[in-house]
């Protein structure tokens, strides 16, 4: 038995397929390089959802049900709001927690809407209030991710700043039965309903190994701080028994597919002649060879965490949002997920493998 449950089959889906061998990610039916960046991440949504959730709307109609049901949660969230303001101690994504707990199972709005409507409300509001402003009530003329940093910096984005964002939600809607999809699935499986499933997901997603890992990316490039500092720097932190964020996944064996669609995204947005996405490259090169020979055999490539983090920094939004707009993204997945298990309608109840002492004979 292995402790990571690696190659065992836990579900059945038509969402998406990850082959980690040939480095290929398919979203029902769709090659991932067709459709982020490609189509809108409405349209992701709708393809995902399609035959799933009730009702089954296409993308222009989804693009105007979204922005209604952002204004919907939005008085909602003010009142999370005030309670994340009196507790300054909340990290950001605890504050996404809290604003999901607060929606009710008993609400009229189809739930897979209001949570995914939640998730770029509550993350652009606590955004500001970390920066001491006031939150900024969503617009539904807008689309999620032009809206999302509407919210965020209380003005319209740039079209390549909306669109470097659409893309990168699109990017990371569905992966399998990762971690958050699967703790998703397995409530779901209990009946608990929509809203409790995606906030466990959420909490799957909170952990560094999962989510996490972008905004250590972007503390190892400021660490190396220029091209000569990126060897040593590399190799001390191997020396210390430390892992290079941004490298390695469980099923990918070659290079994530993602990270060349966002690697694309984050070029078009900042230009050929970025010094950061210099650096960021030349680490990614030395990155790889110093992994090869002190991991041989590991097949240790870049995952998409690496130009997630140079993506979203473009976009100046907080290293502590990362995994906040990660969620953003993955919502689309675990609505999906959800929508699917429930269909299935039996209970995920695994077995274990008791090792502990036996009781003593009376
Ligand atoms: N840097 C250095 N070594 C790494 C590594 C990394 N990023 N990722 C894995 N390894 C090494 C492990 O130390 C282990 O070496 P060992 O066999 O000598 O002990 C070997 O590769 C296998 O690692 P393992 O922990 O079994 O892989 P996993 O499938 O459980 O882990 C990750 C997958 C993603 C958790 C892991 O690669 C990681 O921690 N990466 C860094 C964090 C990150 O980028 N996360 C975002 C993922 S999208």
Redesign the pocket.
Same mark, same amino acid.
């Given at each position: 038995m292995t402790s %990571?449950l $690696?190659g065992v089959v836990a579900a059945e889906t038509v969402l998406s397929h990850v082959d980690g061998e040939n480095g290929r990610l398919i979203i029902r039916g769709r090659e991932l390089d067709d459709i982020a960046g490609k189509i809108s991440f409405e349209e992701v949504c709708a393809l995902l959802w399609e035959g799933l959730a009730e009702p089954d709307l296409p993308e222009r109609d989804l693009r105007e049900v979204l922005g209604t049901a952002r204004v919907a949660v939005w008085p909602l969230a003010q009142k999370v709001f005030a309670l994340c303001r009196e507790t300054p101690a909340l990290s950001l994504i605890e504050g996404l927690r809290l604003g999901l707990s607060a929606l009710s199972d008993q609400d009229k709005l189809p739930h897979h809407l209001l949570v995914t409507a939640m998730v770029p409300v509550m993350t652009a509001g606590l955004i500001r209030i970390r920066q001491g402003l006031e939150p900024v009530a969503p617009d539904e003329a807008l689309s999620h991710a032009a809206d999302f940093l509407a919210m965020m910096t209380a003005r319209p984005p740039k079209r390549l700043q909306a669109h470097a964002l659409d893309t990168y939600l699109s990017a990371v809607c569905d992966h399998g039965l990762n971690a958050s999809t699967f703790t998703a699935r397995v409530i779901a499986s209990t009946q608990a309903g929509m809203i409790s499933s995606v906030i466990g997901g959420l909490c799957a997603l909170k952990g560094?190994? =999962? %989510? %996490?890992?972008p905004g250590? !990316?972007l503390d190892m490039l400021d660490e190396i701080g220029d091209e000569k500092g990126i060897r040593p720097w590399l190799e001390r932190? #191997?020396d210390q /028994? $430390?892992?290079?964020? /941004? +490298? %390695? =996944? *469980?099923?990918y064996k070659v290079r994530?597919p993602r990270a060349d669609v966002l690697k694309g995204a984050v070029r078009l947005l900042s230009g050929d002649d970025s010094n950061r996405i210099a650096l960021a490259e030349k680490v990614e090169q030395v990155a790889l060879e110093v992994?090869a020979e *002190?991991?041989p055999g *590991?097949r #240790?490539e870049t995952? !998409? $965490? +690496?130009y997630t983090a140079l993506l979203l920094e473009a976009l100046a939004i907080p290293r502590e949002a990362f995994t906040p707009v990660f969620a953003i993204g993955r919502t689309a997945g675990w609505v999906a997920h959800v929508l699917e298990q429930e269909k299935v309608g039996r209970i995920i109840r695994p077995s274990s493998v008791y090792i502990g002492p036996e009781p003593l004979a009376a």
């Open positions: %990571g $690696e560094p190994l =999962h %989510g %996490g890992a250590p !990316v932190q #191997l /028994g $430390e892992r290079l964020m /941004g +490298f %390695g =996944h *469980r099923i994530d992994l *002190r991991k *590991r #240790l995952n !998409v $965490e +690496f």
